[in-house]
């Protein structure tokens, strides 16, 4: 599992999946989103603007694991 540390109180999920390095453009977010599966909390999301805060856990099938933590 990997850490992503954040210095502000939440990230959404498509800053997300930019900051993680998921990805290196940000109009690629909506594609990311639609191909994969994506879990918060190991329930199944799509909504880009979802907030995600330290402790919470994003998995997102064939990519990776990844742990919200605060810097």
Do not use: C, H, W
Not at 30 to 59: A, F, H, Q
């Amino acid at each position: 599992m990997e850490k992503i540390k954040i210095k502000s109180e939440y990230i959404t999920l498509g800053q997300f999946i930019k900051f993680a390095n998921i990805t290196s453009s940000g109009g690629m977010v909506k594609t990311i989103l639609e191909e994969n599966k994506i879990y918060v909390n190991d329930i199944l999301e799509s909504r880009r603007g979802k907030k995600l805060y330290p402790g919470d856990k994003v998995l997102i099938k064939s990519i990776g694991l990844y742990r919200i933590a605060s810097e």
